[in-house]
Every structure is written in C-alpha cells, then in structure tokens.
C-alpha cells in the first residue's frame, strides 16, 4: 500500500469514528448540562467545597468563578514544583526554579501546556499525577463550562443567569471527562503505553551502553492530556515517545480523543438552542476547514521535491516511521488546530509550507474544531462577526439565533479577535528587538523568526506546542510566555461571558423573511471566508517572513 492511500485511509477512518460517536456523546453532554439533578459524588463535593449548585449566576458571578479556581490552581501548583525535592516520589529531582515553576503553573491551569522542560528530567511522580493530570482535567472543564455559558446566552431570555459554574464545573469532570478517559487509559495500555509508578532504572542500548529511564502514570495522563486538549507529554519527545505512544492504532486513538468533545460540543450547542441544524452549520464549518487543512498538510509533506525526499517517499524528517507522513501530518493539524499542543512529530523539521500550515491552524483560533469548549465559544464569535458583516451588506441589524447583535456585542465580540494577535504580534516584534531573546534561536533566518513567531503563537493561543530548536527555558521566554498563555487564556474569557450575559437579557427577535438563515450551506460558506479573510489580513505579513519565505526558497 502506498503511504498516500495509507494517509487517506487513515483520515477517512478517523472520520467514520468521528461520525459514529457525534450524535450520542452530543446529545449526552447536552443532557449533563440542562439537568436538575445532582449524583451522589458531586454532592459531596459541592458540600467539601461549599458551593451551591443550584444558585444561578449572572456573568460576574460566573467569570468570578472561573478566575478564583484558576487563580487558586496556578497558586497550588507553583508551591508543588518549589517543594517537590522535599516530596515523597520525587524521584530525586529537584525542586523547580521560580520562573519555570511559574511558567509550568500558567501553563496548565490555561489549558497549553507548553513545557519548557524535559518531563522525564524534571518532574517527579507527586508533581505529575498530582498536579499536572489534575489541572488537565479542571482546566478543560472550564473551558466546557465558559462553552455551555455562552450558549445558554442564546437559548435564554430577559434574564441575566447563566447557570451555577461550580455545578457545570464539577458535571464536566465527573460525568464527561473522567468516564472516557478510564475507557481511553485502558485501550492505550492495551496498545503498549505504561502505566507505573516505577522509579529510575537503566536499559540497554542497541549499539551498546545504557540509559536511564523512569516509569510513570503514562497512560492515564495520556488520556487526558488528548481528551481534554491539553498537551503536555509526560516526555520530553511526548506523543512521538513509544511509552506514550507506542504503534500506528494508538496514534489514531490519540487522535480521535482529540477530537471528539470539540465536534461533539457542536451537536450539544443544536440540542440546547432548540434546533440541531444550527449545530450542523457550525459542525459543518468546523470540519470544512479540518479536511481542507489535513489533505493540504499531506501533500506539502508528500509532495515536496527533490531526490531525498523522493527516495524516502516524502518529507520523513522529524517523523516517526511508526506513523509514517500521514499519521504525522493528521496528527499536527489535529493538535494545532485545537488548543491541544501533543505532538508526534517535529514541526520544526516539516516543510516550510507544512510548518505554516501548523502554524496558521493556531492563528484561525483553534475553532476547528478547537479545543474542548474554547473551540464552540472561539466560533460562534466568529458567527456573529459573519452576521454582522452580512448585516452591512443588506443594511439590516444583524441577528444571530433570534438574538440582535448590537454595538455592545460587536464591541465585545471585536475585541475577542483582537487580544490574541496583539499577544502573539506583540511579544514577537519586542522579542526580537531585544539581543537576549534573540539569542534563544538556533537556526538564523526565516526559520529562525518562524521559531519565536510559533512559541508566541502558540501560548497566546493556548496550544502548547513547539517549533523546536527555540531555547525557550530562559527568565524572558518562562515570563514572557507564561503571561501570554494567561492573558490569551482568560480575557477572552471575560469578554465571552460578559457577551453570554448580554445575549441572555434579550428579548428574542422573532423570525422574518429578511432573517439571515444561519443554518444554511450558505451561512458556511461565509463563515469559513470570514475566518480565513480576517486571519489572513491579520497574520500574513508575519507569516510571509517567516514560513511563506522558507517555504518559496525551497
């Protein structure tokens, strides 16, 4: 079979997965967050915690839920690194310097999980399992939470609530990600992920010699991390590690765990609004550009010329030959595309093309489908920025799901689009007018402007993953990067609510021949070209001197 058929079928297996589960887990989740009831489990953990699950919450209230817990988690675990060598299963590691330790905290409590680390040289089992694994699961609940919010801002009227964040909180983590994420640790042990809690021990070498190893909770980290659109690898090679990633069916698993709340959340977003064809057309833009940009990866890393790439039937460096060209390419446009950041391959190493690709995937917003829940709120912005500019050409106030879209909205919504790009632009340009960061990049050039363009890129958008051959573990880098991965994190945050709230204290529009018909092929179609219109007028210069310029001089 030929590595391109093999690549296809590999996409077109992940899609059947994708379509089997799409209905039922949709329809789930929907079910988890419209429902009184409580389990027994989350009772005793809203009395441990002493919240009210059944007090409604107006925006305010909620975003001052969202940043205690957040503020309380990046507290908790920079203490755990600063005292981890005094903890039991530390492994013998020290403990972590300030400015990583803030880096590493910022990090996982925003869902990016960049790590300016070597995993397996750093971080002992307390500080993993933890610690680590358990911001991977608050952190994507919230993100589930802020999601649900905001769509309860469309289904709701004349009234200011949006629900209880402690109950959606605590429903996403017990009902939603812990469940699959058992199933998922179990099938990637089955594949050959460890699984342990074993200490230091040497291995032999094929050419001779030995290297030191330890173990760890591999697979139930592993889970999660995808699950949830995390990222962070126990590893320092992460998902290209064999203990995390061992054979060809373990990485389509990883894959599919990826993706598979953030398409699903399209059908929660059709229950809860009361009209699944909306969720359909925002399913439908999501995957447009997912299929467009994992066919486009795999011919750039297919296609490339020249004798050596021809003779290793494609562009294999920094792949693993276990996944081949086409798992790698499905894999890094899965990762970058979502808010995700796990890698199985080197970016670094792709195409100059295929490295614009993972990068452009992260400046769209990560909204296809994007991580677990910043991906549905990143693209209903998208949505009323799209109506609105429908709204001028008809000279009509925009509506979206029966609800106007007024200047309130669009300032909210504008300034939602605005505050990732000037993070990633900003820090960008000071960084390389400074000698100290720029002394960070190995390579010189476009490819050494593209190394600090996608560090940036990356935290601001809240991904996590690297170009590679950046030294990123510097006092600048840490700070800089950890206030990025913050600021990217939890301003749009605040702007998503404050919109929610707004959209819930209208009275909905009724209907008319004039209504824009948003659940439309065509309102897809605008939708993709307002996303790839305003990325584009918003990163392509920075994007022609770095990728676009490597990828024309090969």
């Known amino acids: 079979m030929s590595p391109v058929l093999a690549g296809a079928l590999q ?3 992940l899609m059947a997965a994708l379509a089997l589960v799409y209905r039922p887990l949709g329809d789930y989740m929907a079910r988890v967050y419209s429902s009184d009831k409580h389990l027994r489990v989350e009772k005793w953990i809203y009395k441990g915690i002493g919240a009210n699950p059944n007090t409604e919450m107006r925006w305010p209230a909620y975003l001052r839920g969202v940043l205690a817990l957040s503020a309380i988690g990046v507290l908790f675990l920079y203490l755990l690194q600063r005292v981890q060598g005094s903890l039991p299963g530390s492994l013998g590691f020290q403990s972590i310097d300030p400015d990583q330790a803030f880096n590493t905290a910022a990090s996982f409590v925003a869902n990016t999980n960049w790590q300016s680390y070597y995993g397996e040289q750093a971080m002992g089992h307390v500080v993993q399992t933890g610690g680590l694994a358990v911001q991977n699961f608050v952190s994507a609940a919230v993100g589930i939470a ?12 004349r009234t200011g609530e949006l629900g209880n964040f402690w109950a959606d909180l605590v429903r996403g983590v017990v009902r939603i990600l812990l469940p699959i994420s058992v199933i998922a640790a179990l099938l990637l042990v089955a594949c050959g992920a460890i ?3 074993s200490g230091i021990h040497e291995v032999g070498q094929f050419q001779g010699g030995v290297q030191q190893w330890n173990g760890g909770a591999v697979a139930s980290q592993e889970a999660i991390k995808e699950l949830g659109t995390n990222g962070g690898g126990y590893f320092n090679a992460n998902s290209a590690h064999p203990f995390e990633n061992p054979n060809g069916l373990s990485n389509l698993l990883e894959i599919f765990l990826i993706l598979v709340i953030p398409f699903a959340l399209t059908r929660t977003f059709g229950r809860m609004v009361g009209n699944v064809r909306q969720g359909y057309a925002i399913l439908g833009t999501m995957a447009l550009i997912w299929v467009g940009f994992s066919a486009l990866m795999m011919w750039t890393e297919f296609a490339h ?9 494609g562009a294999m460096e920094g792949k693993e030959t276990r996944f081949g060209i086409g798992g790698s390419a499905i894999f890094a446009v899965a ?15 792709y195409t100059g093309f295929g490295g614009g690709i993972t990068m452009l995937g992260m400046q769209l917003g990560e909204i296809a489908p994007g991580g677990v829940g910043s991906g549905l709120y990143g693209m209903l ?3 009323i920025i799209a109506v609105f500019i429908a709204g001028l050409m008809v000279g009509r106030t925009p509506e979206y799901l029966g609800k106007k879209i007024g200047t309130r909205e669009i300032k909210l919504a504008a300034c939602y689009i605005l505050v990732t790009p000037a993070l990633v632009l900003g820090f960008t340009a000071v960084a390389l007018a ?16 593209s190394e600090i363009l996608y560090a940036y890129t990356s935290g601001a958008n809240n991904n996590g993953s690297a170009f590679a051959g950046l030294n990123a573990d510097t006092q600048w880098f840490n700070t800089t990067i950890g206030l990025a991965m913050l600021l990217g994190r939890f301003l749009p945050i605040v702007l998503v609510l404050a919109l929610a709230g707004s959209l819930a204290e209208q009275k909905p529009v009724p209907a008319t021949t004039g209504t824009l018909r948003t659940e439309k092929p065509l309102f897809t179609g605008l939708l993709v070209g307002t996303i790839l219109i305003i990325t584009g007028l918003t990163y392509f210069p920075a994007l022609a001197l ?9």
């Open 11 to 13: 996409l077109l297996a």
């Open 146 to 157: 802020v999601a649900v919010a905001l769509v309860r801002g469309f289904a709701r009227s």
């Open 195 to 197: 699984q342990n809690f």
């Open 305 to 313: 010329p020249g004798a050596a790439f021809q003779e290793a039937g």
């Open 335 to 349: 990762t970058t595309l979502t808010s995700t950041g796990a890698v199985n391959s080197f970016h670094s190493s």
């Open 381 to 383: 912005i998208m949505a």
């Open 434 to 449: 400074l000698p100290t960061p720029a002394n960070s990049m190995t390579n010189a050039g476009a490819h050494g402007f």
């Open 546 to 554: 770095g990728p676009l310029a490597e990828g024309l001089a090969s």
